[in-house]
């Protein structure tokens, strides 16, 4: 089992664990700003119950990303974690 394989499966055990599904999910992740990572991501949540919240960093190299998500499952959770890894490689997810 890859490392990524054990951190995905800690977290859905985690997530079995401390909540009832379905449920609202805080998403966290930093992109950098000049790239169209923020279009993507947008892109990936578009056929979700979600809110998506910004914020630039003070020199506008890096935006944090909030976004609050109805979710099904741990599983979807999971899922766009990938998802979201897959399509922006230097994603740092929260």
Known sequence: ????EEFYEKLNNQ???TNTWPNFYLFKFIIKSESNNLE???VIFKNLDSEINTKSSKNNKYCSISIKAFMKSPIDIIN???DVGVKIPDVISL
């Open 15 to 17: 997530l079995e664990s």
């Open 80 to 82: 766009i974690y990938k």
């Open 40 to 42: 993507t991501i947008k």
């Open 1 to 4: 089992m890859s490392k990524s």
